[in-house]
DNA sequence: AGGCGTTCCTGGGGGC
DNA sequence: TGCCCCCAGGAACGCC
């Protein structure tokens, strides 16, 4: 399930093969891959189809042209192949051939990944929150959003309006090392417990990062996995020993998401009388 | 406002 | 072995 670090990896890999080269078609494989253009339109908006820059936001792949911007969202299995051979799989959606021969083969087992084109980032900047690796995105900052809102602290950090990038697993690895339980209700959590979550979520971002990602199932780029999967502390780790506390690590269900938690050491912030 | 259920999809696992 | 059912989940959407 690529979050902010799977797509981060995907965009390092690819960029070096795209950036310059000239986009010659973006073949719809599957018929709902294209979410706001059809095929023609690549040929008719795009007047000079050269990839300027390949970069990340929010979890979105975005490949920028001079005048327009396509947007690939990977969902739940979507990977990218960049080859110049014929790549063969049951489930490709989309395929962007560039004038270099080398083509990106969108693979998409559950089909839930789409590809946007707009002319710039405005309507994905509209409906997402600050990169959580950002420059502007300090303790300070994120102490008052959380504090301002009165949600689940797990939901609040899933929703994408209110921080970008983060999906099941970073939540829970990063509530996990900061103590707090995915129960919690977002303004009763103290101050230091933010900080310390501000600071855990950066951390194991930039650590994931470098280690190309976490493959649980399905992430991998051109088929290679990701190795931070042997650094994942309680994501995946049900009836295991917690590696601060020894307790059992359970598997409930929070915010509608299978979420690993150890109830000994992430305390519980709620309203007492409820 | 926020929580919850539903939808989109398919493969894989459990139960029998 | 086989078949059915349920589950996994990011994001959008509708409902309460």
């Not at 950002?134 to 102490?143: D, V």
């Not at 339980?181 to 855990?200: A, G, Q, R, Y």
């Not at 199932?217 to 650094?231: A, C, K, M, Q």
Request: charged letters at 25%.
């Amino acid at each position: 399930m690529p979050e902010l670090p799977e797509v981060q990896t995907v965009v390092n890999h690819i960029r070096p093969t795209c950036v310059g080269k000239r986009l010659k078609r973006i073949q719809p494989v599957w018929g709902k891959v294209l979410h706001n253009f059809k095929e023609a339109d690549v040929n008719l908006i795009l007047d000079r189809p050269k990839v300027v820059d390949v970069y990340r936001r929010a979890k979105f792949i975005i490949i920028s042209f001079k005048n327009h911007i396509i947007a690939i969202h990977l969902r739940m299995t979507g990977k990218l192949n960049v080859t110049d051979e014929h790549f063969r799989s049951k489930h490709i959606t989309a395929v962007l051939e560039f004038e270099n021969d080398y083509s990106i083969y969108f693979e998409d087992v559950r089909k839930f990944g789409r590809i946007y084109l707009y002319d710039d980032l405005k309507v994905i900047d509209s409906k997402h929150g600050p990169e959580p690796l950002g420059k502007n995105f300090t303790n300070q900052l994120f102490k008052k959003m959380v504090s301002q809102k009165r949600r689940n602290i797990k939901a609040l950090l899933l929703d994408q309006t209110f921080i970008s990038g983060l999906g099941n697993i970073y939540v829970d690895e990063s509530l996990w090392k900061s103590g707090i339980h995915p129960s919690s209700t977002s303004n009763l959590v103290p101050e230091n417990k933010i900080f310390s979550l501000h600071s855990n979520i950066r951390l194991t971002l930039r650590e994931a990062i470098n280690n190309n990602g976490t493959t649980i199932i399905d992430f991998n780029v051109n088929g290679e996995s990701g190795r931070y999967t042997n650094y994942l502390c309680v994501y995946g780790k049900a009836g295991e020993p917690c590696l601060k506390c020894n307790d059992r690590i359970e598997k409930l269900k929070i915010a509608g998401r299978g979420t690993y938690v150890c109830n000994k050491c992430q305390m519980k912030y709620v309203e007492k009388y409820s």
